[in-house]
């Protein structure tokens, strides 16, 4: 008997058909943005000046300073003793992780909103953000970050007993080996624990994560040291009495703006810019996908508009809403940056803005959930996610294209151009 019950269920099963033919294109046009000509520039771009060369310096014994904990740099270092010291040996881990990142993102959106719906929002999300695509073509150490930051909170979403909880532990103790700016997901991933009843496992088991850490930068420091172990630990405290003093150094540059800049995308930065002989031009730059970068602030806000109206006015618990880990992981992963002396720049935001991604997933799943037209309407956001994805995708993957057509992409005045206002 066709009844409005059966043809919103048949228009839901067809949305979701759509949504995961969506899907997959935006997985093979992000794999296809991450992959393409890995070799080309033919160059060192970018920050690329810095960690290769450190993971090759490893490679041939010799010393140097960055401020940074070493895992990072020994995941690139990987790829050059295999491949060698050129741009493929540079970017190869970049791209392998920028591409896993996508998996992960699947296997999060289903843990966190317990949705097939979440699971292919995520995954799209994530393929077609084009920031991601740039930071994973070129050999720098942010896209590991993002990995490892979210690969610590679907750790904590996939714990179901104690015994498991350790390897929480383990990826957080990963995460802060790539950058400290990870720390701040130690809230999230204990909250979800915490509502697990797992809380004090975890607690018990961050010495795991804290041996892991120093047995790392042991290793880096006994590398650079010859193989001396006593030089190594003395090393390990030197270097991180350096490093919290050269933490807070401000550098000027013009591509630098401010933490309160960064959910409006005011200030992407152009990482490498190349002419062809037929007059084409190739950019990489770090720049969002824009509907998903703007969209995912709003999310922000609507999110915590959402937990107050259930909390507030509606009476009800929302303690095991999905919302509130994800917003929680935005707030605390941004709020470093609020006091720092450091000068930031966009990308130290890329932690924070996987957090807003997961909360924009959360409340589309929703809207599929509870509205008759919600599936279709969520259906409609993705497909102009991944129009607008493939548009700016050139720009994040050095794809030749006129003058004219970069000049289009420039939809705001502060892109790529210096802007003293948010560079001081």
Same mark, same amino acid.
């Given at each position: ?88 040996? *540079?970017?190869?881990?970049?791209? $392998? ?12 959106? *289903? ?6 719906? &979440? ?7 994530? #393929? ?14 942010? !896209? ?17 007993? &104690? ?17 400290? #700016? %990870?720390?701040? $997901? ?45 030089? %190594?630990?003395?090393?390990? /405290?030197? *270097? ?11 550098? =000027? ?5 401010? /933490? *309160? ?5 005011? +200030? ?19 720049? &969002? ?19 107050? +109206? ?26 470093? /940056? ?50 607008? !994805? ?5 720009? #994040? ?7 004219? !057509? ?8 502060? /892109?790529?151009?210096?802007? =003293?206002?948010?560079?001081?």
């Amino acid at each position: 008997m066709d009844t409005p019950l059966r043809r919103e269920k048949v228009g839901r099963t067809r949305a979701f058909y759509v949504l995961g033919f969506v899907t997959a294109c935006a997985v093979v046009a992000g794999l296809w943005g991450r992959l393409r000509d890995l070799g080309f520039p033919p160059k060192r771009v970018f920050d690329e000046i810095y960690f290769p060369v450190f993971a090759n310096k490893y490679l041939e014994g010799e010393r140097f300073f960055d401020l940074h904990p070493p895992l990072g740099k020994f995941i690139i270092a990987a790829s050059i003793a295999l491949f060698g010291d050129d741009p493929i040996g *540079w970017r190869l881990m970049p791209a $392998v992780f920028g591409c896993a990142i996508i998996v992960l993102g699947a296997a999060l959106g *289903w843990y966190l909103t317990k949705s097939r719906v &979440g699971a292919l929002l995520l995954a799209a999300f994530l #393929a077609v953000e084009t920031m991601l695509v740039a930071y994973s073509r070129l050999g720098i150490m942010d !896209g590991f970050l993002v990995f490892f930051v979210l690969a610590t909170l679907l750790a904590a979403l996939w714990a179901r007993r &104690g015994s498991q909880v350790v390897w929480v532990a383990v990826v957080l103790g990963l995460a802060i080996s790539v950058k400290w #700016a %990870a720390m701040p $997901v130690v809230a999230p991933a204990g909250y979800v624990l915490w509502r697990k009843g797992l809380l004090r496992p975890f607690i018990a088991s961050l010495w795991v994560s804290a041996v892991l850490y120093v047995a790392i930068v042991f290793a880096e420091r006994l590398i650079l040291s010859g193989g001396a172990p006593w030089q %190594a630990w003395q090393d390990v /405290w030197a *270097w991180h009495i350096r490093a919290v003093d050269k933490i807070t150094a401000a550098i =000027p540059n013009p591509y630098a703006s401010p /933490w *309160w800049s960064w959910p409006l995308m005011l +200030r992407p930065i152009r990482m490498f810019f190349g002419a062809t002989s037929a007059g084409d031009v190739q950019v990489i730059a770090a720049i &969002g996908n824009p509907l998903l970068w703007w969209s995912s602030t709003l999310a922000v806000l609507a999110g915590l508009i959402e937990l107050g +109206r259930r909390k507030l006015f509606l009476k009800e618990s929302v303690a095991d809403n999905p919302l509130v880990p994800a917003l929680l992981g935005y707030a605390l992963l941004l709020l470093p /940056w609020i006091p720092g002396t450091r000068i930031p720049y966009i990308y130290n935001y890329l932690p924070s803005y996987a957090f807003a991604l997961l909360v924009l997933a959360c409340l589309l799943v929703s809207l599929w959930e509870r509205r008759s037209w919600g599936a279709w309407v969520v259906v409609a956001f993705a497909v102009c996610v991944l129009v607008v !994805g493939l548009y700016f995708l050139p720009i #994040a993957s050095a794809v030749p294209m006129s003058p004219e !057509g970069l000049e289009q992409r420039q939809w705001l005045d502060t /892109w790529f151009k210096p802007d =003293p206002a948010l560079s001081s």
